[in-house]
């Protein structure tokens, strides 16, 4: 069974940055797919960044709103999935929840949480203007 724990959340500026971080206890086969998601007050779901990895391949996605500015990474050692947010605005303020499947997800397959099978409890970000 996978556990997702998210930290890291918290409130800080515009133009500051934050980590968050999801430790993924039972997510320790050879493949396998971390994502981000993000949800706003009034607002939909929305994909943020995600990692899969096949063997010693990794690829990487990320939604054109955040691309540049957020960096996703794995330790390994760790089994841990990092969220690097620089730059951050206003409009980044939201509940952000990392998501797991025990498979490398095709890209387009990445971007839709419906194909994530683990979620953790999620870590609020708030930036002030």
């Known amino acids: 069974q996978v556990q997702l724990v998210e930290s890291g959340g918290g409130l800080v500026q515009a133009g500051g940055s934050l980590r968050l971080s999801c430790a993924a206890s039972?997510?320790?086969?050879?493949?396998?797919?971390v994502g981000w998601f993000r949800q706003g007050t009034g607002k939909e779901r929305e994909f943020v960044a995600a990692?899969?990895?096949?063997?010693?391949?990794?690829?990487?996605s990320y939604d054109d709103a955040v691309k540049g500015r957020f960096t996703i990474s794995r330790d390994n050692a760790k089994n841990t999935v990092y969220l690097q947010m620089n730059s951050l605005k206003p409009e980044d303020t939201a509940v952000y929840s990392c998501?797991?499947?025990?498979?490398?997800?095709?890209?387009?397959?990445?971007?839709?949480?419906?194909?994530?099978?683990?979620w953790g409890q999620g870590t609020q970000v708030t930036v002030s203007s």
């Open positions: 990692i899969a990895w096949s063997g010693g391949n990794k690829h990487y």
């Open positions: 998501a797991a499947h025990n498979s490398r997800l095709i890209v387009s397959r990445q971007w839709v949480g419906e194909n994530y099978d683990y």
């Open positions: 039972g997510l320790t086969g050879s493949t396998g797919t």
